[in-house]
């Protein structure tokens, strides 16, 4: 088993019975799932992707990733939500948070499109001077406006560096398999194209080409990666709470809710992790924040932000528990050695891994935060393979599709999006929404 769930530190939280009373729901949950009777039944295509996948077309992605690597120094990635936090997230966690920087014999690799700030992205345009570089856009609908905009600057960039011929060769456009703009302009001009599939969400997307050509061209192992997802398919198949982490960490984090826990902090103790707490973020966010209900995913990094929100975890407003993901064993480790004279007095880590003060940092939270009344639920990673991160995405899809219909919401919906980019067209003054921008107008004078 690749995954492990501590309770332990929940328990004076949770007891026997919250747990025996939930477990009718859980079982119902995962009927309604495994019927594909529920809400939002036409998004399910997540749940046997990681075996049921489109074979020829990960054979295409490995060869795209292989020309990438071999002909370009930049692969520019544009897209935002779900058609982008989980390449970045993948490749992060498998590689290192430093990826642009300490690995030299795959692509940098930029991610944009994926907010409408021109600083950042003329920041991009300028990292990629005089560099060799390819692009792949992201967008399931091919219509939202942050990668929209990135893909017009990068493509004009792109044509004038190579010219249009050579420009097409190194645009590779991930989007619906027949309908929309970018795919009516990948049928004229010529790109290589991929598909984002109709049953798959953008939250629930990033083992289909959405995530994997980013990742494949980072070197990562995506073999491994769908494996993990197999495996943890496979290991999350029973609805006995007993046997299966996932459905027990649904029900945990469903079980605190109910108790006033509003808040869960997702943690981990290594950096690298940062992208998958943004992952994570969407994921649950967007998923169960509906109907004037859900938990609201928060993250940290630990030991960094126990600097920052230590405080408020230890002693303020008692509304959150912790989930971590305790990551056995570090990329790399770092020994110790003791100091003549120790003059920073801290010869008392001297002579073991820097892995064990993490370790013993780790455990000194937990308790000291249990105390303080934040119960810890505990996934336990082995390490930081593309095996282990296969499987991680998919123990927390199915805990997130579990606890969607324990709230009685629907998953795989996300209509609260629209609102926003409704009043900004209004206010961009985009054809059809006249009567709006007058309104909007005047309650912004
Ligand atoms: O989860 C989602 O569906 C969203 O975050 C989308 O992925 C995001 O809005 C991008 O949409 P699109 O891929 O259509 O550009």
């Known amino acids: 088993m690749s995954i492990k769930l501590n309770a332990k530190y929940t328990e004076d939280f949770v007891s026997k019975t919250d747990l025996e009373s939930i477990a009718p729901e859980i079982k119902k949950a995962h009927k309604t799932l495994t019927e594909k009777s529920g809400a939002g039944n036409d998004f399910l295509g997540w749940v046997d992707l990681p075996e049921n996948y489109d074979k020829e077309e990960f054979e295409r992605i490995k060869k795209a990733a292989e020309k990438i690597r071999s002909d370009s120094q930049v692969l520019i990635v544009i897209g935002i939500g779900g058609s982008y936090l989980g390449a970045r997230a993948a490749v992060e966690f498998c590689k290192s948070q430093n990826y642009n920087l300490v ?24 990292l990629c001077e005089n560099k060799d570089f390819s692009i792949n856009v992201i967008s399931k609908s091919g219509t939202t406006t942050e990668p929209a905009v990135a893909f017009r600057i990068f493509r004009e960039l792109l044509e004038s560096k190579y010219g249009e011929e050579e420009a097409a060769k190194r645009i590779y456009v991930t989007t619906d398999k027949c309908k929309g703009t970018l795919k009516e302009l990948s049928n004229k001009v010529g790109y290589e194209t991929f598909v984002v599939p109709d049953d798959v969400g953008g939250r629930f997307s990033v083992l289909t080409a959405v995530g994997l050509l980013p990742i494949a061209c980072a070197g990562c192992d995506i073999d491994a990666l769908m494996k993990g997802a197999a495996d943890a398919r496979a290991a999350y198949a029973d609805c006995d709470l007993q046997k299966n982490d996932c459905y027990k960490y649904a029900a945990l984090r469903n079980i605190l809710y109910r108790k006033g826990k509003s808040v869960e902090m997702l943690i981990a103790y290594e950096p690298s992790f940062a992208m998958m707490n943004e992952w994570y973020k969407q994921l649950f966010g967007e998923s169960e924040g509906k109907d004037n209900k859900g938990l609201f995913p928060a993250s940290c990094i630990f030991s960094t932000d126990l600097h920052s929100m230590g405080q408020f975890i230890q002693e303020g407003s008692r509304t959150m528990f ?27 880590l001297a002579n073991q891994n820097m892995s064990v003060v993490n370790r013993k940092a780790m455990e000194g939270t937990i308790l000291a935060h249990t105390d303080g009344g934040v119960p810890e639920v505990l996934i336990g990673v082995d390490d930081l393979s593309a095996y282990n991160v296969g499987y991680l995405i998919y123990f927390f899809w199915r805990a997130c599709a579990c606890s969607g219909y324990l709230l009685s919401v629907n998953p795989f919906n996300q209509p609260g999006v629209e609102s926003y980019k409704k009043n900004m067209f209004a206010l961009l003054g985009k054809p059809g929404y006249e009567n709006l921008t007058a309104e909007l107008e005047a309650k912004l004078k």
């Open 103 to 126: 690995y030299k014999d795959t692509p940098q690799i930029f991610f944009t499109g994926n907010s409408i700030s021109s600083s950042a992205l003329s920041d991009i345009v300028s």
């Open 322 to 348: 912790e989930t971590i993901v305790d990551v056995k064993k570090p990329a790399q480790d770092l020994f110790i050695d003791p100091l003549e004279g120790n003059f920073d007095g801290l010869n008392f």
